[in-house]
């Protein structure tokens, strides 16, 4: 499975941003999807993630009420819906996918957001 991040750049503090994933080359709607981030000098943590049909969400506390995951399964595509933001959300964003019963096995390239103040 390859998966292809876009959708980052540079935005004002209270700004909005939408990060899509495409994957290609699997079975995408048998994945389980996640966002995770990675800020200068830290780890790289996790986000939020969905199931394979989209009807299951998690988010990290940090990013829950302002951030919203999705996915089309048609299009192949998972998305990260980012209100709100903040100048600690400012990071590398990297998609990843799970196979069934499977750790997150896929990584995107990552796309670099920030957010000034």
């Known amino acids: 499975v390859q998966l292809q991040a876009s959708g980052g750049g540079l935005v004002q503090a209270g700004g909005s941003l939408r990060l899509s994933c495409a994957a290609s080359g699997g079975a995408f709607s048998s994945y389980g999807m996640g966002w995770f981030r990675q800020a200068p000098g830290k780890e790289r943590v996790f986000v939020a993630r969905?199931?394979?049909?989209?009807?299951?969400?998690t988010y990290a506390h940090s990013v829950e009420g302002r951030f919203t995951i999705s996915r089309d399964n048609v299009k192949n595509t998972v998305y990260l819906e980012m209100n709100s933001l903040e100048p600690e959300d400012t990071a590398v964003y990297y998609c990843?996918?799970?196979?069934?019963?499977?750790?997150?096995?896929?990584w995107g390239q990552g796309t670099l957001v920030t957010v000034s103040s």
């Open positions: 969905i199931n394979e049909s989209g009807g299951s969400t």
């Open positions: 990843a996918a799970a196979p069934p019963m499977r750790p997150y096995a896929y």
